[in-house]
């Protein structure tokens, strides 16, 4: 996936005006690069209170997903913001 690819689809991702499956597409696709704006894309919208659940969830997933391909280690304040989604039906996971 290209840089020009990555922004449109964190750009998908942040519209909060966009299709819900649209978003939801983009949070799933965002899984295949480490790219950090990806990131913390991901991360912005797996903790928005706001964004649709399916939404979350699949942003939860993608951050997974990078976690275990790269071995990246969520930074403290990383699990901190992401501590209120643990609730949720989904989980944030980290290798190790």
Known sequence: MD???????IAVLLDRGADIG???????DL???????AHQALL????????PE??????GESLAQI???TGRVLSDEERTRLAPAAGREY????PG
């Open 3 to 9: 840089a020009q690819q990555v922004k449109a689809l």
């Open 22 to 28: 649209a978003r939801d597409d983009a949070a799933m």
């Open 31 to 37: 899984y295949a690069t480490d790219d950090e704006q």
């Open 44 to 51: 912005a919208v797996a903790v928005d209170p706001e964004a």
């Open 54 to 59: 399916i939404v979350q969830a699949s942003a």
């Open 67 to 69: 976690a275990a391909r």
């Open 91 to 94: 989980e944030v996971v980290q």
